[in-house]
């Protein structure tokens, strides 16, 4: 199954359907702010991800469960022991992918901190469970079409709370002086209410931070009475 296709199934199943466009955009967001050009895939972190949809992070843990046993090619489950040494017990050892891991046999890798090969137990062990992305399939699999863009215009039309997760979306994307980050979010939400070129905004979200800074802009510039948000990202790009 696609990765879309999953989401979407997923958001469906657990009375998120209204908020299916919203997790959409989050993890294009995520996965375009965090990778790094010469990484094939990108640690996804709950805690962070809910930052961008605000659903829980027991929520988030528990779609991108689902996302990694219905999608394994763009989502990874995984495990990642703390070092089985006396003396490193606190340390990290070692990442076990989940359809690879098996209960008490010795994993095949050394321990990253002792460099010693230890057996893993999920219920005497400590380990932390963590999710990695394939940050280039997931960005093309999750490319943004006009039909979806054009939904969430009509969504952002009848939910004001779904105006807010986009600006919080946008606000994570724009390198913001500190202190900023409030008054740039009301000037986003002014926007969207007066603005349908914010279609441009929307489309560029998994690009530049640079390109949706200067979509923002240039419709600034034709705005009556809303320029705070215009000000501030004029004077950010000025330092």
Request: hydrophobic residues 35%; aromatic residues 8%; proline residues 2%.
């Amino acid at each position: 199954m696609s990765l879309r296709e999953a989401l979407h199934q997923y958001c469906k199943d657990n009375d998120l359907k209204e908020l299916t466009c919203i997790i959409h955009i989050a993890f294009i967001n995520y996965t375009s702010n965090f990778s790094k050009d010469f990484l094939e895939w990108v640690n996804i972190s709950p805690l962070v991800l809910n930052n961008y949809i605000g659903i829980g992070e027991t929520k988030i843990i528990d779609l991108l469960s689902f996302l990694s046993q219905t999608s394994p090619e763009y989502i990874l489950k995984e495990y990642r022991f703390n070092c089985k040494n006396e003396a490193f017990l606190e340390s990290y050892g070692v990442t076990i992918e989940e359809e690879d891991f098996v209960e008490n046999e010795q994993c095949t890798d050394p321990c990253n901190k002792c460099d010693e090969f230890h057996t893993y137990s999920l219920s005497t062990d400590k380990y932390v469970m963590g999710f990695s992305g394939k940050i280039k399939d997931i960005l093309i699999d999750l490319k943004l079409t006009d039909e979806d863009i054009s939904k969430e215009l009509v969504i952002m039309n009848t939910n004001e709370d779904h105006v807010e997760k986009i600006a919080n979306l946008l606000v994570l994307k724009l390198n913001l002086p500190n202190g900023k980050e409030e008054e740039a979010k009301k000037g986003i939400i002014k926007y969207m209410h007066t603005f349908r070129e914010f279609t441009k905004v929307l489309s560029d979200i998994s690009g530049d931070a640079s390109k949706i800074t200067k979509n923002i802009v240039n419709i600034g510039k034709d705005a009556t009475g809303i320029s705070d948000l215009k000000d501030i990202l004029m004077s950010s790009s000025d330092s």
